[in-house]
T-cell receptor
């Protein structure tokens, strides 16, 4: 069974600084996808970045990058140059590419950007 | 920009009443998902449709929950009767398909959600 672990319930970062949000996963499937979503207080889940298990390079999307360490089963999100609007809940999720592509989510990390 | 639409955004009901939520996925997305998110937790899948067919409803409490996607486009999730423990955010998401291996086919896009409060 797939499992996602986010060990940081809350994180603080100074505006314009970089921050790393941790995510570890557990699966026996060789093929899977890893996602990060942002959930502001309004409630919608906003897709940020994707990493496939066979991708050789770490994914990047603007200020977001995913530090993928396959042997350690970790997929940490790095946000560079934090902005006040980055304050939100962040969820790591994994899809099972051998099955129905369901997403399994972690418990999330609440990021607060300090001016 | 294409978005997943959901309504209502908020719903307050009394226990034992019936409630229904509606979702319209991004045009062209064959796969539609309903998730439930309890406060302080990540979303959990309730049901997944591929076009009009149910792919996975193993976590749907079928004694009180039902879901349909009759024409393979929009979808309705119903709870009857509602219980206090059903208070949660109900999120709808859609994706191009279920076959894995690419960000295009796999990525699920979420709607704004429906916040349900059962009194």
């Amino acid at each position: 069974a797939q499992k996602i672990t986010q060990t940081q319930p809350g994180m603080f970062v100074q505006e314009k600084e970089a921050v790393t949000l941790d995510c570890t996963y557990d699966t026996s499937d060789p093929s899977y996808g890893l996602f990060w979503y942002k959930q502001p207080s309004s409630g919608e889940m906003i897709f940020l970045i994707y990493q496939g298990s066979y991708d050789q390079q770490n994914a990047t999307e603007g200020r977001y990058s995913l530090n993928f360490q396959k042997a350690r089963k970790s997929a940490n999100l790095v946000i560079s140059a934090s902005q006040l609007g980055d304050s939100a809940m962040y969820f790591c999720a994994m899809s099972d590419q051998t099955g129905a592509n369901n997403l399994f989510f972690g418990t999330g990390t609440r990021l607060t950007v300090i001016p | 920009e294409a978005e997943v639409a959901q309504s209502p955004r908020y719903k307050i009901t009394e226990k034992s009443q019936a409630v229904a939520f509606w979702c319209d996925p991004i045009s062209g997305h064959a796969t539609l998902y309903w998730y439930r998110q309890i406060l302080g937790q990540g979303p959990e899948l309730l049901v997944q449709f591929q076009d009009e067919s149910v792919v996975d409803d193993s976590q749907l409490p079928k004694d009180r929950f039902s879901a349909e996607r009759l024409k393979g486009v929009d979808s309705t999730l119903k709870i009857q009767p509602a219980e206090l423990g059903d208070s949660a955010m109900y999120l709808c998401a859609s994706s191009f398909g279920t076959s894995g291996g690419s960000v295009i086919s796999e990525t699920q896009y979420f709607g704004p959600g429906t916040r349900l409060l059962v009194l």
